[in-house]
């Protein structure tokens, strides 16, 4: 994953670019240019190139990647003006190390055409909705659970989970929306509401990779939002745990039944008999995975069929592109935007004057500003021919080994 590199050294890296005479590269069009930092950085970055770079409009981003003892670091330099042979651009906001892509980014060619289109089926839900994508395959099922007899598979279900809990319910947003704290945090976050013990703590930490836990921090957060003073937060935690102890509930999981960007439900299991063993990470394991294959389920008998949406082509405004991945704007308050998450897939099209490319694509980061939202996508299994073509395309040279020291993106 790319990592912001902090203040310091930011200053150092371009205190060490000026005083080491680091080459710092720039592609467009095509054709690669070398520049140096001219004057030691200020609040401005003044760069010489080694050959002209055409007249370009004022705010032009430059993406812009240079080598330090090894470590391949990129950034992005809008342009204020250009005097003479020399570069002005504004001091970047943030410079990115421990790259995740693997060629230099460039602004795509104005003879690529690209259109995109969901991989997978769409659907238009009346659940509540998360700014993740919950992939679910059959390589996510679990043995001996049958997905295609719904309700054996909910009685199959109800027997596993009483091999670890004392209690348990299956709750479906579609007759009941959500009303209650637990209820209502669960389908907001698409996180598991985890309380091991009621005499105990929220969990501080998520040992997940892919977060799925609520934590402290974001059940004080969820508090917040509702108007709880910061001061009362811990306060407010410790009753809501005590009156779940007073009730009888000694552990307690509340875990969300997600599908695509939608949660659909939730499996909560509590242990309510002194001396069992509270829930522990395995229990939650179980549990996430029973989720899974009960929303598969649901999918398999058509429970969702009626809100399936038409895959149609799109177009995206892409703002840079690579052997490896590509970056695409989309306009704010869009239905597709929404739909557009981190972890959904896209077929890319890459129609180019010599050949079409067609390649499967993850969304790998998202963020939006005043303007738009952004979408970072990184090619998934992009056959080696295809990928050389596309190189040659976009850098108007074939792959040689000299190449690795600018375009090896991981480090």
């Known amino acids: 994953m790319a990592t912001p590199v902090g203040r310091i050294e930011k200053e150092f890296l371009f205190n060490a670019i000026f005083e ?219 009753r809501i745990l005590k009156n779940k102890f007073k009730d009888g509930i000694f552990s307690d999981a509340w875990v969300p039944i997600l599908f695509h960007e939608y949660v659909i439900g939730y499996i909560h299991i509590w242990i309510d008999k002194q001396g069992r063993l509270p829930f522990d990470f395995s229990v939650l394991d179980n549990v996430y995975q029973y989720a899974k294959v009960l929303a598969f389920g649901l999918k398999e008998n058509g429970y969702f069929d009626h809100g399936k949406v038409e895959n149609q082509p799109f177009q995206g405004k892409v703002l840079d592109i690579s052997a490896s991945g590509l970056m695409f704007a989309y306009p704010l308050g869009s239905s597709m935007l929404a739909t557009l998450l981190v972890d959904s897939e896209l077929t890319v099209t890459i129609e180019t004057p010599k050949r079409t490319i067609n390649v499967l694509a993850k969304i790998v980061r998202k963020f939006k500003d005043k303007n738009a939202g952004y979408l970072g996508c990184r090619f998934i299994n992009i056959a080696p021919e295809d990928t050389r073509f596309l190189y040659e395309h976009l850098y108007g040279r074939q792959i040689d080994d000299t190449d690795t020291e600018f375009l090896a993106g991981q480090v």
Not at 58 to 69: E, Q, S, V
Not at 80 to 90: N, S, V
Not at 187 to 195: A, H, P, Q, R, V
């Open 20 to 238: 080491e005479k680091i080459s710092l590269m720039h592609m467009r069009d095509r054709i690669e240019y070398i520049f140096k930092l001219d004057q030691k950085a200020s609040e401005e970055l003044v760069f010489s190139c080694e050959k002209p770079l055409g007249k370009l409009k004022p705010h032009t981003k430059l993406p812009i990647k240079f080598n330090y003892r090894g470590q391949v670091i990129d950034f992005t330099a809008e342009l204020i003006a250009q005097k003479e042979d020399l570069i002005y651009c504004k001091m970047p906001a943030a410079l990115y190390k421990n790259l995740d892509r693997n060629f230099l980014r460039v602004d795509a060619p104005s003879d690529i055409k690209i259109l995109f289109t969901f991989r997978g089926d769409r659907y238009n839900l009346a659940f509540p909705k998360v700014s993740e994508y919950e992939n679910i395959t059959v390589n996510d099922l679990v043995n001996n659970l049958d997905p295609s007899n719904l309700s054996g598979l909910i009685k199959q279900i109800a027997g596993m989970l009483s091999n670890f809990c004392d209690g348990y319910k299956i709750a479906n947003f579609k007759d009941k929306k959500p009303e209650t704290l637990e209820e209502k945090i669960v389908s907001e976050t698409g996180k598991t509401l985890f309380i091991p013990s009621t005499v105990g703590f929220l969990p501080k930490t998520d040992p997940y990779p892919k977060k799925r836990i609520i934590t402290e921090d974001i059940f004080h957060r969820y508090l917040e939002t509702n108007g709880i003073g910061t001061k009362y937060l811990e306060e407010n935690t410790e």
